[in-house]
């Protein structure tokens, strides 16, 4: 028997809560694809596979001026996508951040996570700003 729709695009974000606030980064990549898209925020950074996930998404959140916990305030599933209203806070350079995101994920019938993008307006504290690796000629884009 099938999943109804939307529980295991619905399972994948709770599962990236779960372990990232863990902070169990061999757990919270297994629920990617290969070849997952990653657009966070859009237009900004980009970038495709897991990879980029673990260096990029992981490796620049946890550092040692860096921790970010995510709540979930509402979460929508259906189908294969869900949307989620996040609540990211947590302390960059030494100074309580707050950002609150819209995130879009989507999932394969395995229930892996096959895109991300989340929706996001940085802090207008420059020295959190700053410190958000958000563009630069260091960001991953997008390639084939």
Request: hydrophobic letters at 40%; charged letters at 25%; a negative charge.
């Amino acid at each position: 028997m099938t999943e109804p729709p939307g529980v295991l695009a619905r399972a994948a974000v709770l599962a990236h809560v779960e372990h990232w606030n863990a902070v169990d980064k061999e757990r919270w990549l297994a629920i990617f694809s290969d070849d997952v898209i990653y657009e966070d925020p859009p237009g900004t950074v980009a970038g495709r596979g897991r990879q980029i996930m673990s260096d990029y998404a992981w490796d620049r959140s946890f550092t040692d001026e860096k921790r970010w916990i995510l709540e979930p305030v509402v979460l929508i599933a259906c189908g294969n996508e869900a949307q989620v209203y996040m609540r990211n806070h947590g302390a960059v350079a030494g100074r309580p951040a707050w950002v609150d995101s819209i995130e879009l994920w989507a999932v394969d019938d395995d229930g892996l996570v096959t895109s991300v993008r989340a929706f996001w307006e940085p802090p207008e504290d420059d020295h959190v700003r700053s410190r958000l690796g958000l563009s630069g000629d260091d960001a991953p884009t997008v390639s084939d």
